[in-house]
Protein backbone atom coordinates (compact mmCIF):
# COMPACT_ATOMS: atom_id res chain seq x y z
CA UNK A 1 0.00 0.00 0.00
CA UNK A 2 1.45 3.22 -0.80
CA UNK A 3 -0.37 6.74 0.05
CA UNK A 4 0.68 9.92 -2.07
CA UNK A 5 0.31 13.76 -1.30
CA UNK A 6 0.83 16.27 -3.28
CA UNK A 7 1.58 19.76 -2.40
CA UNK A 8 3.15 22.88 -4.50
CA UNK A 9 0.19 24.00 -6.59
CA UNK A 10 -1.02 27.46 -6.39
CA UNK A 11 -1.63 30.52 -8.95
CA UNK A 12 1.14 31.96 -11.08
CA UNK A 13 1.51 34.47 -14.06
CA UNK A 14 2.06 32.88 -17.43
CA UNK A 15 5.65 32.53 -17.75
CA UNK A 16 6.32 31.53 -14.30
CA UNK A 17 7.65 28.36 -12.54
CA UNK A 18 6.14 26.04 -9.94
CA UNK A 19 7.60 22.88 -8.40
CA UNK A 20 4.82 20.03 -7.63
CA UNK A 21 6.13 17.59 -4.73
CA UNK A 22 4.42 14.33 -3.79
CA UNK A 23 5.72 12.86 -0.70
CA UNK A 24 4.96 9.15 -0.37
CA UNK A 25 4.29 7.00 2.63
CA UNK A 26 4.48 2.68 2.46
CA UNK A 27 6.84 0.46 1.70
CA UNK A 28 9.05 0.08 -1.15
CA UNK A 29 8.88 3.53 -2.31
CA UNK A 30 12.04 2.24 -4.89
CA UNK A 31 10.09 -0.09 -6.37
CA UNK A 32 7.43 2.07 -8.14
CA UNK A 33 7.94 3.85 -11.29
CA UNK A 34 6.07 7.18 -10.25
CA UNK A 35 3.97 9.49 -13.04
CA UNK A 36 2.22 12.99 -12.88
CA UNK A 37 -1.15 13.40 -14.82
CA UNK A 38 -3.41 15.95 -14.93
CA UNK A 39 -6.63 16.87 -15.42
CA UNK A 40 -8.34 20.27 -16.33
CA UNK A 41 -12.34 20.89 -16.00
CA UNK A 42 -14.20 19.06 -18.52
CA UNK A 43 -10.94 17.12 -20.03
CA UNK A 44 -10.03 13.67 -19.70
CA UNK A 45 -6.81 12.87 -17.57
CA UNK A 46 -3.85 13.40 -19.51
CA UNK A 47 -0.40 12.03 -18.85
CA UNK A 48 2.47 14.63 -17.98
CA UNK A 49 5.67 12.94 -17.25
CA UNK A 50 6.95 9.73 -15.54
CA UNK A 51 9.87 8.27 -13.95
CA UNK A 52 11.27 5.17 -13.80
CA UNK A 53 12.06 3.31 -10.11
CA UNK A 54 15.92 4.47 -10.09
CA UNK A 55 15.17 8.10 -11.68
CA UNK A 56 17.04 6.48 -14.79
CA UNK A 57 14.65 7.09 -17.56
CA UNK A 58 11.69 10.02 -17.86
CA UNK A 59 9.47 10.35 -20.06
CA UNK A 60 7.04 13.60 -21.29
CA UNK A 61 4.42 14.56 -23.12
CA UNK A 62 4.58 16.44 -26.22
CA UNK A 63 2.96 19.35 -24.49
CA UNK A 64 5.33 19.60 -21.29
CA UNK A 65 8.77 18.45 -23.00
CA UNK A 66 11.26 21.17 -22.59
CA UNK A 67 9.35 22.95 -19.88
CA UNK A 68 8.97 20.38 -16.92
CA UNK A 69 11.51 18.75 -15.38
CA UNK A 70 10.45 14.93 -13.39
CA UNK A 71 12.83 13.73 -10.73
CA UNK A 72 12.94 11.31 -7.45
CA UNK A 73 14.46 11.39 -4.15
CA UNK A 74 13.88 7.72 -3.23
CA UNK A 75 15.83 8.39 0.03
CA UNK A 76 13.31 10.76 0.85
CA UNK A 77 10.31 9.01 -0.59
CA UNK A 78 9.56 11.66 -2.78
CA UNK A 79 8.74 12.70 -6.32
CA UNK A 80 8.79 16.52 -7.97
CA UNK A 81 7.27 18.11 -11.32
CA UNK A 82 9.40 21.34 -11.96
CA UNK A 83 7.26 23.04 -13.82
CA UNK A 84 8.44 26.58 -15.85
CA UNK A 85 7.60 28.82 -18.58
CA UNK A 86 4.14 28.02 -17.57
CA UNK A 87 1.15 28.48 -20.29
CA UNK A 88 -2.51 29.09 -19.38
CA UNK A 89 -3.40 25.52 -20.76
CA UNK A 90 -1.36 23.94 -17.83
CA UNK A 91 -3.74 25.33 -16.18
CA UNK A 92 -5.43 21.73 -14.30
CA UNK A 93 -5.50 19.83 -11.37
CA UNK A 94 -1.84 17.92 -11.27
CA UNK A 95 -2.16 14.09 -9.65
CA UNK A 96 1.61 11.98 -8.76
CA UNK A 97 0.59 8.18 -9.12
CA UNK A 98 2.81 5.08 -8.53
CA UNK A 99 3.00 1.89 -10.64
CA UNK A 100 4.48 -1.70 -9.96
CA UNK A 101 3.21 -2.80 -13.50
CA UNK A 102 5.29 -2.89 -16.88
CA UNK A 103 3.09 -1.07 -19.70
CA UNK A 104 2.57 2.05 -21.20
CA UNK A 105 3.45 4.61 -18.51
CA UNK A 106 0.91 7.33 -20.36
CA UNK A 107 -1.81 4.97 -19.76
CA UNK A 108 -3.76 6.07 -16.51
CA UNK A 109 -2.95 1.93 -15.12
CA UNK A 110 -1.77 3.14 -12.27
CA UNK A 111 -1.85 1.07 -8.93
CA UNK A 112 -2.64 4.08 -6.80
CA UNK A 113 -3.45 7.98 -7.15
CA UNK A 114 -2.90 11.27 -4.95
CA UNK A 115 -5.70 13.49 -4.25
CA UNK A 116 -4.13 16.15 -6.75
CA UNK A 117 -3.06 19.77 -6.17
CA UNK A 118 -4.87 22.71 -8.13
CA UNK A 119 -2.08 24.78 -10.52
CA UNK A 120 -3.22 28.03 -12.18
CA UNK A 121 -1.77 29.65 -14.76
CA UNK A 122 -3.27 33.42 -15.14
CA UNK A 123 -2.90 35.06 -18.87
Known amino acids: QVQLVESGGGLVQAGGSLRLSCAASGRAFSMYTMGWFRQAPGKAREFVAA????????YYADSVKGRFTVSRDNAKNAVYLQMNSLKPEDTAVYYC????????????????WGQGTQVTVSS
Open 97 to 112: AARNTAGDLATPNYNY
Open 51 to 58: ITRSGGMT
